[in-house]
């Protein structure tokens, strides 16, 4: 899984042997692995990243977690502020309520059916789109129109910040954290 980081926080990371050949932000994406019932650590096996970025995860992590139909268990995105696992529909919107109502603000949240949902604030009005999932093997593809398939949601999260499509009332802004970490309150 890739997740945010600042590298001026990561003490793990060696940041002198970057500085000259690549130019790191406050947001650069590193690889993580959360498998590890010891904790999340820096993925460093450059084929296996490799692999992650071509096909998707596929790996089982965390198995003892909630499973999303047709991924991997939902914890791979507990890194990213927008996913909420345990929001429900009403939940959802008395979250992106609190931060304004403002247009583009959004968060994906798993539904009673266990799939996928975007909650999108549109002109003060709340839109519930569903994230449809197709599985072939191991490859694992996840999308609002058929049109454009990502390998997994920071994919799809990115392409629709910066597009609209034809589902989506507007493009993605901001997504919304919870208050405080462990609460979907």
Known sequence: MLVDADPKLSKSVQTDKWKSSVNLDELDRVPVD??????PTLMTDSDEIGEMLTHGETRAIYTNQPTIYGLAPCSIYRAERWFHHDADRIRAE???FRTGRKDGSFLIRVNDYNCLVITVCYRKAFWN???????DGH???VFIE??????NLVDLIV?????????????LA????????GSAK
Not at 159 to 171: H, I, K, M, S, V
Not at 174 to 181: D, E
């Open 34 to 39: 959360f498998s590890d019932p010891n904790g």
């Open 94 to 96: 008395r979250m992106l």
């Open 129 to 135: 789109i569903a994230i449809n999932c197709k599985v």
């Open 139 to 141: 490859n694992t593809k």
């Open 146 to 151: 058929r049109d454009h398939q990502f390998s």
């Open 159 to 171: 392409y629709y910040t910066r597009n609209q499509g034809a589902y989506l009332p507007c493009r």
């Open 174 to 181: 901001q997504g919304v954290a919870l208050r405080w970490p």
